[in-house]
């Protein structure tokens, strides 16, 4: 697998054609632990096929967090079904985000947030 970019055309197929677990890490490219943590979030996407792994650098894509603050780094938001299951800041120790994805898979109610609520369209377009 691989990690999607916003406004990429591989992203856009992906979510025009399946209804996947979607997986944000909102990161900086300013952000030493975000470089560190984004090698890590790539690797996993292959552990998770199901999901479709985005990465989103919050000072290029300031719309897609909508009315979210993000004080911390990462701070991740996993999608089913166009609802959000988890949105927060998480260590920056990708088991975590492992488990947190095998947990999310279970059914559930979605999150209350502040993102945008057209997020799957606005990740098509960038």
């Known amino acids: 697998m691989t990690t999607y970019l916003p406004g990429s055309t591989t992203l856009t197929e992906r979510l025009n054609t399946s209804d996947p677990t979607v997986v944000l890490c909102f990161c900086a490219a300013w952000c030493d632990t975000c470089k560190e943590y984004q090698p890590k979030f790539d690797m996993l996407s292959a552990r998770h096929p199901e999901a479709s792994f985005i990465w989103i650098d919050i000072e290029d894509h300031p719309l897609?967090?909508?009315?979210?603050d993000v004080e911390n780094f990462p701070t991740i938001a996993i999608l089913r079904s166009n609802e959000v299951r988890f949105m927060g800041t998480i260590l920056p120790h990708i088991e975590h985000l492992d488990r947190l994805i095998q947990a999310m898979q279970a059914p559930g109610k979605a999150q209350d947030t502040a993102l945008p609520d057209d997020m799957f369209e606005m990740l098509k377009t960038g």
């Open 64 to 68: 897609l967090l909508g009315d979210e």
